[in-house]
């Protein structure tokens, strides 16, 4: 047996029994996104991509991306290394400014892989980035929660193990993320050996790395090699983790040291510019959709400068602001068309792409945070995108990480899930029969079709009341988020931790105590 079969057989170990998929769990699970069962599959997409740009509009934004890499360029700030790959891959680099030849970084990425395996410690659970693939990933950063009381608050470490046993439950969240929330109670210097931690310990999903510093990066790597083995995380990607461009058009230590870090250890970053329109780019579409792809060329052609073949993703966060306030926005249309231009500018480049999510700027969630939220998801799946941060608890602008906001959120990914099936065109899907056996002027609700398919034919949400006036009134007049917080609670208390081999669960602890003890603590 190869060593890299080996280690999947041994993580295999002892998980079959509450993840395993079959049975009437999955049947469940696959007609509704609220059971904490038997866990779905990344979507694999039955229905064709949305896109808002024909040849000529695409051309014409590649080529103005190619001018304001060759005449304006990108800063690479305090790096020299960085600089120094630049200056030897043959850009003209002055001071901290990199002015690319035409075609220079589209030639480096050649090397990229257009499709990539993630893999979970569950090899169950692993997913597929790129492709007709899917992939939904729980809320990113926010500093905030609101809790099952009500309150606004500032994140604790419970709060994020809270996240990351809720995201492993949701059947219809293929991902566990990265920073869920920010745990503010344990020291910055500190906590991302506690976050990367939890996600192994409390969850079986893949996840992602810590990005603040380029030595927590290190430290994710080599937790993840307690993990899976030293050999297999070189050779195969287990963290897919967020590298951020200042824009506009600035990437910055922090970035640049991360995604070495994760670069030439084989490991995937999403090179991400973060827009908020009218204030970090253009207000206009075309504008910011020129300067997202110069960007996104920029970093994700510089990891192939640290190691060639590295997995890298053409991210977009892109969110318009008001223009009275300044605030962002989200939900809106531009922000969509901008991300549907995306996605098809990454498929010419033969990269998989990350965007969208459940986005929402409201305060608490109501129905401005539902109807944001569906407008920023629908476009996200029509989209055709690969990986999807933030498809669960956000709010706020991101500024918090919300209970029940959580809940209904992963209800509404269990009905995208549903959808990106498309349509069922089998012999049972036809359903030739049932109009044969009903016929003119009857009824098919006792017919030999609907009892066979009647457990499965439609998405049962776990959050909407769908019952009669009267009943609603008999069950105590709750709301959807009031439903939602009594399914956080009722899934919280039900929570079981999937196998972890205790000689890893001893080395990680051994690790994250010696590395906490290096060091005093630092809140800045």
């Given at each position: 047996m190869g060593e890299d079969a080996a280690v999947e057989q041994e993580q295999a170990g002892g998980r079959r029994g509450r993840g395993a998929s079959g049975g009437a769990a999955a049947r469940r699970a696959a007609r509704s996104g609220g059971g904490p069962g038997t866990q779905l599959t990344y979507i694999k997409r039955q229905i064709n991509v949305y896109e808002v740009l024909n040849e000529e509009g695409l051309a014409l934004i590649e080529k103005n991306a190619d001018t304001v890499l060759e005449e304006i360029g990108i800063e690479f700030r305090d790096d020299a290394e960085a600089l120094a790959l630049w200056k030897e891959a043959g850009a003209d680099v002055k001071g901290e400014r990199v002015h690319f030849p035409k075609g220079l970084c589209r030639e480096l990425l050649k090397t990229a892989p257009s499709v990539y395996t993630q893999h979970a410690r569950n090899?169950?659970?692993?997913?597929?980035?790129?492709?007709?693939?899917t992939?939904?990933?729980?809320?990113?950063?926010?500093?905030?929660?609101?809790?099952?009381?009500?309150?606004?608050?500032?994140?604790?470490?419970?709060?994020?193990?809270?996240?990351?046993?809720?995201?492993?439950?949701?059947?219809?969240?293929?991902?566990?993320?990265g920073t869920v929330c920010e745990p503010v109670d344990v020291p910055v210097n500190k906590r991302h050996l506690d976050m990367i931690y939890s996600h192994i310990k409390y969850s079986d999903k893949p996840f992602m790395g810590s990005v603040t510093a380029p030595e927590r990066a290190e430290d994710t790597v080599a937790m993840a090699k307690i993990?899976?083995?030293?050999?297999?995380?070189?050779?195969?990607?287990?963290?897919?983790?967020?590298?951020?461009?200042?824009?506009?058009?600035?990437?910055?230590e922090t970035m640049l040291g991360a995604a070495k870090v994760y670069a030439r250890h084989n490991q995937a970053c999403i090179v991400t510019p973060f827009i908020l329109a009218g204030a970090m780019s253009p207000v206009t579409v075309a504008g910011t959709l020129t300067q997202v792809l110069a960007e996104v060329l920029a970093g994700a052609s510089f990891t192939q400068l640290i190691r060639k073949g590295a997995p890298v993703l053409f991210g977009t966060f892109?969110?318009?602001?008001?223009?009275?306030?300044?605030?962002?926005?989200?939900?809106?249309?531009?922000?969509?068309?901008?991300?549907?231009?995306?996605?098809?500018?990454?498929?010419?480049?033969?990269?998989?792409?990350?965007?969208?999510?459940?986005l929402c700027a409201s305060k608490v969630p109501d129905a401005q945070a539902a109807y944001e939220s569906a407008n920023t998801l629908n476009s996200t799946l029509l989209a055709g995108t690969n990986f999807v941060l933030h498809s669960a608890g956000w709010l706020e602008g991101g500024l918090a990480s919300c209970y029940e906001k959580f809940m209904m959120d992963i209800d509404q990914l269990g009905m995208q899930q549903k959808f990106a099936e498309g349509v069922d065109l089998s012999e049972n899907g036809q359903a030739m029969d049932a109009i044969r056996q009903v016929g003119p002027g009857s009824h098919y609700l006792g017919c030999d079709h609907t009892q066979a398919n009647f457990q499965s034919a439609f998405y049962r949400s776990s959050i909407a009341d769908n019952n009669s006036y009267e009943q609603w009134l008999a069950e105590g007049q709750k709301t959807a988020p009031q439903r939602a917080n009594d399914l956080a609670r009722r899934w919280l208390e039900s929570y079981e931790a999937p196998y972890l081999d205790p000689s890893i669960d001893d080395g990680l602890k051994d690790f994250i105590a010696a590395k906490k003890a290096s060091m005093p603590d630092a809140f800045t």
């Amino acid at each position: 047996m190869g060593e890299d079969a080996a280690v999947e057989q041994e993580q295999a170990g002892g998980r079959r029994g509450r993840g395993a998929s079959g049975g009437a769990a999955a049947r469940r699970a696959a007609r509704s996104g609220g059971g904490p069962g038997t866990q779905l599959t990344y979507i694999k997409r039955q229905i064709n991509v949305y896109e808002v740009l024909n040849e000529e509009g695409l051309a014409l934004i590649e080529k103005n991306a190619d001018t304001v890499l060759e005449e304006i360029g990108i800063e690479f700030r305090d790096d020299a290394e960085a600089l120094a790959l630049w200056k030897e891959a043959g850009a003209d680099v002055k001071g901290e400014r990199v002015h690319f030849p035409k075609g220079l970084c589209r030639e480096l990425l050649k090397t990229a892989p257009s499709v990539y395996t993630q893999h979970a410690r569950n090899p169950e659970r692993s997913v597929q980035i790129g492709g007709n693939a899917t992939v939904f990933a729980p809320v990113y950063g926010p500093p905030f929660v609101r809790d099952l009381d009500g309150n606004r608050r500032y994140a604790t470490i419970e709060d994020f193990r809270n996240f990351v046993k809720l995201a492993y439950m949701a059947p219809s969240i293929h991902h566990s993320g990265g920073t869920v929330c920010e745990p503010v109670d344990v020291p910055v210097n500190k906590r991302h050996l506690d976050m990367i931690y939890s996600h192994i310990k409390y969850s079986d999903k893949p996840f992602m790395g810590s990005v603040t510093a380029p030595e927590r990066a290190e430290d994710t790597v080599a937790m993840a090699k307690i993990v899976f083995g030293d050999d297999f995380v070189e050779n195969n990607t287990v963290l897919t983790s967020l590298i951020n461009a200042n824009s506009p058009m600035v990437f910055d230590e922090t970035m640049l040291g991360a995604a070495k870090v994760y670069a030439r250890h084989n490991q995937a970053c999403i090179v991400t510019p973060f827009i908020l329109a009218g204030a970090m780019s253009p207000v206009t579409v075309a504008g910011t959709l020129t300067q997202v792809l110069a960007e996104v060329l920029a970093g994700a052609s510089f990891t192939q400068l640290i190691r060639k073949g590295a997995p890298v993703l053409f991210g977009t966060f892109a969110s318009s602001i008001s223009m009275q306030s300044g605030a962002p926005t989200f939900g809106t249309p531009e922000p969509s068309l901008v991300s549907y231009g995306a996605a098809q500018l990454a498929r010419r480049l033969g990269l998989p792409f990350r965007t969208g999510g459940s986005l929402c700027a409201s305060k608490v969630p109501d129905a401005q945070a539902a109807y944001e939220s569906a407008n920023t998801l629908n476009s996200t799946l029509l989209a055709g995108t690969n990986f999807v941060l933030h498809s669960a608890g956000w709010l706020e602008g991101g500024l918090a990480s919300c209970y029940e906001k959580f809940m209904m959120d992963i209800d509404q990914l269990g009905m995208q899930q549903k959808f990106a099936e498309g349509v069922d065109l089998s012999e049972n899907g036809q359903a030739m029969d049932a109009i044969r056996q009903v016929g003119p002027g009857s009824h098919y609700l006792g017919c030999d079709h609907t009892q066979a398919n009647f457990q499965s034919a439609f998405y049962r949400s776990s959050i909407a009341d769908n019952n009669s006036y009267e009943q609603w009134l008999a069950e105590g007049q709750k709301t959807a988020p009031q439903r939602a917080n009594d399914l956080a609670r009722r899934w919280l208390e039900s929570y079981e931790a999937p196998y972890l081999d205790p000689s890893i669960d001893d080395g990680l602890k051994d690790f994250i105590a010696a590395k906490k003890a290096s060091m005093p603590d630092a809140f800045t």
